[in-house]
């Protein structure tokens, strides 16, 4: 059974505004439909975002009653964009968290409208988890696992930044790019990371991922996520903690999506060196 957590985001820069006047684009490799997955079920099971220049809400639809009740507002959500800080200082708002979550349902296709002001920046992430996906194979660990593994801890630095386009991945940055210190042959846990400034979302992905994004927010409210992760799994009490083989390192990549243009919120990976695979047997 082929576990996979799946993070993907949509977009719209300059916006018509109006009420529910405009429709969030999937950003590029990203996608609004669910996989076609056979056995098992799936769920959203966090989603956060921002309108970066005024408030905004936005509503999750899709074609099933019992996934967001009905397609015309389905789950309607408020973006309080200018609170804490401002236009441009926000990053991020939680919009549904653990351990809380949205079933969804193979072959079904989000849609995400939302009502802004003209010309805003919206730019709303999400993490699907599924329990059985053919064709991709996460390496996932439990907390408990993970501490009776632990090794050493260490921080990690990685620098990606944001499109110049507001809401769009930038340029993917290897996560040896900036720090060289994983040992090849040790296994590390992500248990989350730390930012020097706001961003709407970071993303991680690699051979354990299944090349899939997996992410956290970095806004205001949710600026230290050291151990984002690590809450994720606790919350479902399920394996939903990434985990990297140092030999790998520049297979992995960090990707920077944000409400405003080319930020670069310096990203300090929060990792548990481990002396064993915590995934399997």
């Not at 789950?75 to 653990?98: C, E, F, K, Q, T």
Request: proline share 5%; aromatic share 8%; with cysteine.
């Amino acid at each position: 059974m082929p576990h996979a957590l799946v993070l993907n985001s949509a977009s719209k820069a300059n916006t018509t505004g109006g009420t529910f006047g405009d429709v969030l684009a999937a950003n590029s490799g990203d996608s609004l439909a669910i996989a076609n997955f056979i056995n098992g079920g799936a769920r959203i099971v966090k989603m956060w975002g921002i309108d970066s220049d005024a408030v905004a809400e936005l509503a999750l639809t899709d074609t099933r009653s019992d996934s967001v009740h009905d397609p015309q507002y389905g789950v309607r959500m408020n973006i309080p964009a200018l609170v804490p800080g401002g236009a441009a200082l926000v990053g991020s708002h939680d919009l549904i968290d653990s351990p809380s979550n949205i079933p969804v349902y193979a072959g079904d296709t989000l849609v995400f409208t939302v009502t802004t002001s003209n010309a805003d920046d919206v730019l709303v992430s999400w993490m699907t988890e599924y329990d059985d996906l053919p064709g991709t194979f996460g390496q996932f660990a439990s907390w408990e696992r993970v501490q009776a593994l632990r090794e050493t801890t260490i921080g990690l630095r990685c620098a990606p930044v944001a499109s110049g386009t507001a809401g769009l991945y930038g340029t993917a940055r290897a996560l040896n790019a900036d720090d060289t210190r994983l040992t090849g042959g040790k296994y590390y846990a992500v248990l989350g990371w730390t930012l020097q400034t706001v961003a709407t979302t970071i993303t991680i992905k690699g051979p354990s991922t299944g090349n899939n994004r997996v992410g956290l927010p970095g806004g205001a409210l949710t600026l230290d996520t050291t151990m984002g992760f690590v809450q994720l799994s606790q919350d479902f009490r399920k394996p939903l903690i990434p985990v990297l083989n140092g030999y790998d390192a520049a297979s992995y990549f960090l990707e920077c999506a944000d409400g405003e243009a080319s930020t670069s919120p310096k990203v300090d990976l929060f990792m548990y060196q481990l002396s064993a695979n915590p995934v399997g047997p």
